[in-house]
Structure formats: C-alpha cells, structure tokens
C-alpha cells in the first residue's frame, strides 16, 4: 500500500510502538498556577480571590459557579469546598512595577519573560512567580511572602496594620503535603463554628422566653386593695374595739353604713372647727365682746359705742 516512486518506509513508520510520556516544565507549571485562574484558566484580573486552600481564582468566575453549580465547567474539583462567599477571601495584592502585561508582545518579536510576576512582595520586593513561598493573611486578605514574614516577626500586618494569628497565615499555591493541612485546619474551623452557632442560638432562645415572661409580669394588673380595709379605727370607732375585746369586733364595725356615717361625722367636726377658728378673727365674734365686768358704770365715749 502506497511505497509509489521508489519511496522506502521506515520501522517506525509501519510499527507504532508506546506513546512517550509528555514531561511538563515544573516551572513553567508553577508560573501557570500564579498567572491564571484555578477554575476557567484565564489570566489573572482584580478582583482576585483566595480559598481556604491556598488557590488562585477570579472573582467572577467563582460567583458565577455559585450561582450555577449544575453547569459543566472544567477544573469543578478545585472548588467544591467552596460553599459560599464567607469561604474565600478578597487578596489585597501589590503590583509589580516590571510587569508590562501582554500587550507588549502581540507582533511577537520581543522576548518574554515567563518568570517575570504580575505581583511582588510588599516587604521584600520577591515577584510572585512560584520560585519563593506566598502567604496571605485570612483577616485583611494582604499576601505577603514566607521570607518577610520570617524575617520581621510580628502579629501586626505590614500593609494594613491590623492584628493577626499564626492560625491565619495560609500558603498560596502549596504542596500537596500543605494542602491537607490546610483543608484539616479548615475542617476543624467549620466544626468551631458550628458549635458556637448551636450555642449561640440556645441562649438567645432562652433570653426570648425569659423577655416574654417579664413582658406579660408587666402587662398583668395589680390587686386592687379596698382603702377602708386595714386602716386604725379613728374617734367613737376605737372606743368600741376596745369594748368588743378580744372575742372579736363588735356588730357596728362590720356594718359598711355605720362606718361611713361616723366618717361624716368627723369630717362635720372637723369643717366647725376651723369655721370657729376663722371667726374669731373678726370683732363681731362672742369671743371679741366685753363681759358685764369689763363694762363700767358711767356712760363714755368708747370705740363699741357704735
């Protein structure tokens, strides 16, 4: 078959041996994994985010699966620890001043560096290329890189100045040793925090109840006493307690008519008193008249003549 105008085939021609294995530059590899994004493999754009296990992806394309999961997209294993928006967090990253982007190169006739970063190191000025080790911080979201974070030991951010843990540095880009300690770690923060959310809503369960019982103490009208009940007995009333003795009160106390006819007695007394008191102020009163013995015999010119 074929072999036309003296043409001689050769053995690897006819014979197809075992596919050779295809060796991927780890640089080149590594480069990849900080340029582009870990879900729709395109290239880098802010807003960027981070997951609990250290991978790079933008913003856009992790909302969009969140809100579509059922679509067929590629690279899905990446984010299926991703359950919602409080499960990542928005980087706050420095750019590099070398990187020119690539619209430097679209005739194609100048060189590119591969190993140039799109950012650096805030503190040391390393390029985020995958040759050194990037941190970022869970608590403001600023990445900085494992020398300066070792060089400069301290609890305070660089670029931020807000306080931080150890438990919240996490690894950019990590080795696969790293990352199951980072999906442990995050297995055990998700245990934590379901725990205090039950604890949480346990208390505020028993604070409602206790709320609404004192709402309806407060709401429910006090027993209204009787003013006549208890009072000391006052005038011709203590008298006849006394009379009755210790058997027990007399027949008039318990009488309602009785009481309220002697309350108008003494409320009558009371009202002739102070009238008495007010007349005497004036001289036509009993009080402000002579006596027979105060009056002489003679007639004279006096004052009460008239």
């Known amino acids: 078959m074929g072999c036309d105008g003296g043409t001689i085939p050769k053995r690897h021609e006819l014979v197809k041996g075992p596919k050779k294995v295809v060796k991927i530059d780890k640089h080149a590899e590594s480069a990849a994994k900080w340029k582009h994004c870990a879900l729709s ?24 699966y969140l809100l579509d999961k059922t679509a067929e997209r590629p690279n899905t294993d990446t984010v299926t620890h991703i359950r919602g928006i409080k499960d990542i967090k928005e980087l706050n ?8 982007g690539d619209r430097r190169n679209t005739k194609g006739d100048v060189y590119e560096d591969i190993q140039c970063g799109i950012f650096i190191c805030p503190v ?4 985020m290329n ?5 941190c970022y911080l869970q608590t403001c979201g600023c990445v900085f ?5 070792k060089e400069v030991k ?3 951010c660089h670029k931020c100045g807000e306080g931080f843990k150890a438990e919240d540095v996490v690894v950019l880009n990590g080795t696969k040793e790293e990352v199951v300690k980072l999906r442990e770690r995050m297995e055990e923060r998700r245990a934590q925090a379901k725990t205090k959310s039950k604890k949480s809503k346990k208390i505020k369960a028993a604070e409602t109840v206790a709320t609404a019982l004192e709402s309806k103490e407060e709401e429910a009208p006090a027993p209204q006493e009787d ?3 208890g009072a000391p007995p006052e005038g011709g009333e203590s008298s006849q307690s006394a009379a009755a003795g210790p058997s027990g ?37 009993s009080s402000a008249k002579r006596t027979k013995a105060q009056t002489s015999n003679w007639v004279t010119h006096t004052p009460y003549h008239f």
């Not at 493999?41 to 992790?62: M, S, T, W, Y």
């Not at 890189?145 to 974070?149: G, I, K, Q, T, V």
């Open 41 to 64: 493999q395109e290239i880098l754009r802010r807003p960027i985010i981070a997951c609990d296990l250290g991978r790079l992806f933008n913003k856009d394309a992790v909302i969009e």
């Open 93 to 100: 990253l420095t750019d590099n001043p070398e990187w020119k």
């Open 124 to 127: 040391v000025g390393l390029e």
């Open 130 to 134: 995958g040759k050194h080790r990037f």
């Open 145 to 149: 890189s494992d020398r300066a974070l």
């Open 154 to 156: 301290t609890e305070i």
């Open 227 to 229: 003013p006549t009940e």
């Open 249 to 285: 009160p007399s027949d008039s106390s318990k009488d309602p008519k009785s009481s309220t006819s002697s309350n108008d007695k003494r409320s009558y007394q009371e009202m002739t008193e102070k009238s008495e008191v007010f007349k005497s102020l004036f001289t036509t009163h």
